[in-house]
Nanobody
Framework: QVQLVESGGGSVQAGGSLTLSCVAT????????MAWFRQAPGKEREGVAG???????NYAESVKGRFTISRDNAQKTLFLQMNSLKPDDNAVYYCAARVGWYGAIDRPGDYPYWGQGTQVTVSS
């Protein structure tokens, strides 16, 4: 069983930065492939960034060059550093996990474990 708890959301002005964190409660965190998804009002949940168990990273085109995903296996924590935030980044951000190695972020339905979400609000 995996439990995930996100933190770090908040309100910023366009151009600002935020760092999201996701702490996992699990026996062997290093076996997990992790990802950040987001969901804006009226829109489907979309993958933002993924970091697999071997360190491979994937990003959505809309965030490449602005967002950085990283993890600290010793602290069982996933991070999302978000720079140059835009109003289009407004959404609830979710941390997700699955066991094993995968070469892409894939779809929300591919992840069995989810956090509760944290709100990111970017004002223009």
């Amino acid at each position: 069983q995996v439990q995930l708890v996100e933190s770090g959301g908040g309100s910023v002005q366009a151009g600002g930065s935020l760092t999201l964190s996701c702490v996992a409660t699990v026996y062997d965190y290093s076996r997990l492939s992790m990802a950040w998804f987001r969901q804006a009002p009226g829109k489907e949940r979309e993958g933002v960034a993924g970091l697999d168990a071997y360190g491979g990273r994937n990003y959505a085109e809309s965030v490449k060059g602005r967002f950085t995903i990283s993890r600290d296996n010793a602290q069982k924590t996933l991070f999302l550093q978000m720079n140059s935030l835009k109003p289009d980044d407004n959404a609830v951000y979710y941390c997700a996990a699955r066991v094993g190695w995968y070469g892409a972020i894939d779809r929300p339905g591919d992840y069995p474990y989810w956090g509760q979400g944290t709100q990111v609000t970017v004002s223009s």
